[in-house]
Each structure stands twice: as structure tokens, then as C-alpha cells.
């Protein structure tokens, strides 16, 4: 009930120690076939966060300490029914880690990746991609500061994200 997307951090580096439980929680959410088609590049390296945060635009007016790259593993599927399956698998995955990551006292931010050939060919520069691998999303990782806000958004009521019995013509 607590986690929230935060954009201000303490200047503290966040090692990978700290958020290694968090991963291994994520490990254990369902993929299909239990084939986990997702990896999850941690860098803590200001100069690293950077550049990758830099790319998308999303990362404007605050720094992140630590970021994740969110990708997905397109290996061993060869049918155009699966396109989406290592998305979902990654972002599953995601989830658990997210929620993992705020029960250890480091918080999070998401920042969608626009998937657009320039960005891409940027990013395989900074980080090593295989060719069937594509980024899903990064996340920032830090140790929330006290004195930072958060935006505050209402969560939709549940009667509005589900409707049961509901006849299909």
C-alpha cells in the first residue's frame, strides 16, 4: 500500500547487495513455461545512470542513483503468437521486484522505454544486448530522501478495473 513511484534520493549509493533479495523474489514470479525470458542489468556507476537515464527523457528534473534495464529475451520462441510473452514475463518479474525493493527500504521509480530504432541503437552502445533481445523499461533505484515529495495520483476503484459475468456476443 505504501509504494510509490519517488524521484528524489539521498545521495547514497545503492550496491548490489541491497537489492539482490529483491531479485530473487522476482525470480520466483510466474513466466511462461517457466522460462524467465528476462534479464535485468543493474548499474550503479553515476557516469553509467547517466547516459542510460538520459535516453528515454523521462528521468527530467531529478537523478536516480541506481538504474535497472528491464530486458526481454526472445530466444527459443519462433511463433508470431508469442511477440508479447517475454514482455509479460519481464514486467511479472518486474512487479515482484518492485514491491520486494520497497519491504528493503530502497524506492523506485519506472520509466517506460520508447521503443523507437534511434533510442535502441543508442542503448546497445551503452549496454551489451544480444540480437534478440529487446529493453522493456528502466527503473531507478535509491534510498528515498525524507524531504522528497511524491505525486500523488488516486488508484482507480476496483469496480472500474473489473467486471464479472459480463455476456460476450
Known amino acids: 500500500l505504501r ?3 519517488v524521484r528524489f534520493y539521498l545521495d547514497r549509493i545503492v550496491e548490489f547487495e541491497a537489492i539482490e533479495p529483491a531479485m530473487r523474489l522476482a525470480a520466483l514470479s510466474p513466466s511462461a513455461c517457466n522460462r524467465q525470458s528476462y534479464r535485468f542489468l543493474f548499474h550503479n556507476d553515476k557516469e ?3 547516459k542510460i537515464s538520459q535516453l528515454p527523457g523521462g528521468f527530467t528534473g531529478y537523478e536516480v542513483p541506481s538504474i535497472v534495464t ?3 529475451c ?10 508479447n510473452v517475454p ?3 519481464a514486467s511479472l518479474a518486474v512487479m ?10 530502497l524506492s ?4 517506460n522505454w520508447p521503443s523507437l530504432p534511434d533510442y535502441e541503437k543508442q542503448m546497445r552502445k551503452l549496454v551489451a544486448l544480444d540480437d534478440d533481445e529487446v529493453i522493456v523499461m528502466l527503473i531507478g533505484v535509491g534510498y528515498p530522501s525524507p524531504d522528497g515529495r511524491v505525486a500523488y495520483s488516486a488508484k482507480r476503484d476496483v469496480h472500474d478495473l473489473i467486471q464479472w459475468n459480463k455476456n460476450v456476443e
Open 3 to 5: 509504494r510509490r513511484s
Open 48 to 50: 553509467t545512470v547517466r
Open 70 to 72: 528491464v530486458i526481454a
Open 74 to 83: 526472445y530466444r527459443g520462441y519462433f511463433d508470431e503468437r508469442d511477440i
Open 87 to 89: 514482455i509479460i514475463d
Open 96 to 105: 515482484s521486484f518492485l514491491f520486494a525493493l520497497e519491504t528493503l527500504g
Open 108 to 111: 523506485s521509480v519506472c520509466m
